[in-house]
């Protein structure tokens, strides 16, 4: 079973408006609502593709209680710690420009962040867990470290897309895979990259520090996915560029999805690609359908 763990969740409320004038009354042409957070959005897609797994983390209040039933709505099974403070209200204001307002999130108590640790201690040999986004404040800096710990003396696989000290801490205890995107694994490194070739080197470094599968996105220029084995690399779809969100998430729902049900690294890594493309070229969150449609556009060669 994969399980996907969001530790600040939150309603994402969306407002379109003609124009927007400070400190006067604005009236919204359209809105939209649904649960936001990077594993949540995992969960989604992965249920597109008809892949069984469950949502962990941290809800509270009337918000928490929206976000739950949305998911089960969707006939996503869910395991969340019920907090006392509500889940969080982000807003996305989007007039000529697209303005954003996200919310701290509940204060998180030593007990609760136990509950959770009792959950992920009921993992086993056939699940997989993957940790995703930012951790609250009111949770320790070590959260992730001691989660994936537990998964190692459970000898359940993990999946960390995360920026930063996050990713570098986790890589001794070996995850499944990670995700960074060029720019996050440029600031891992302090240097950028304006080819995907050129990231085969930094990939690797990953791999040498425990990494077991890397995937790096370089948007309109590609993506690779490196191994101790091999790495490949893969052109993108062309499309409109419609939205940036989710579309990293939507490539590590689609990486999982393909494999589990083939066990076959590079047609995972094709979906992974067409899974972001599809998500990036679209309003929300991809569909199966739209994957599968640009399916035919991702071309992989193997460069090592």
């Known amino acids: 079973m994969i399980y996907t763990l969001t530790l600040n969740p939150s309603v994402d409320y969306i407002v379109q408006l003609e124009s927007f004038q400070l400190g006067e009354l604005n009236r919204s042409v359209r809105e939209a609502k649904f649960p ?43 395991d ?19 303005s954003e307002i996200n919310a701290k999130g509940p204060n998180i108590s030593d007990y609760d962040f136990q509950l959770l640790k009792e959950k992920i201690q009921k993992l086993g040999s056939e699940d997989l867990l993957v940790l995703a986004g930012s951790i609250p404040s009111s949770l320790p800096e070590t959260t992730y470290e001691e989660l994936v710990k537990i998964c190692g003396e459970n000898r359940a696989e993990f ?21 960074p995107n060029h720019h996050e694994l440029g600031e891992l490194f302090s240097t950028t990259f ?34 101790e084995h091999t790495a490949y690399l893969a052109k993108v779809p062309s499309g409109e560029v419609k939205n940036s969100v989710g579309a990293g998430d939507s490539m590590v729902a689609g990486f999982l999805a393909a494999y589990e049900r083939t066990r076959d690294l590079k047609e995972a890594f094709r979906y992974s690609v067409s899974s972001g493309s599809a998500t990036a070229f679209s309003l929300g969150l991809c569909t199966k359908e739209k994957v599968e449609e640009l399916l035919t556009q991702v071309t992989i060669k193997e460069i090592l």
């Open 80 to 98: 969340f710690v019920k907090v006392a403070e509500d889940t969080r209200i982000n807003i996305k204001l989007k007039t000529e420009k697209e």
């Open 159 to 179: 999946v960390v897309d995360a920026e930063g000290d996050l990713l570098k801490k986790v890589l001794p205890y070996k995850p499944f895979l990670i995700k």
């Open 36 to 78: 936001g957070g990077k594993g949540i959005n995992v969960s989604r897609v992965l249920k597109q593709f008809d892949t069984g797994n469950k949502a962990l983390g941290f809800v509270g209040g009337f918000t928490g209680e929206y976000v739950e039933q949305y998911l089960q709505n969707e006939e996503i099974a869910t």
């Open 194 to 227: 304006t080819t995907a070739e050129e990231v085969i080197p930094y990939g690797k470094k990953l791999v040498d520090m425990g990494a077991k599968n890397v995937i790096v996105s370089l948007a309109d220029k590609g993506a690779v996915l490196i191994n």
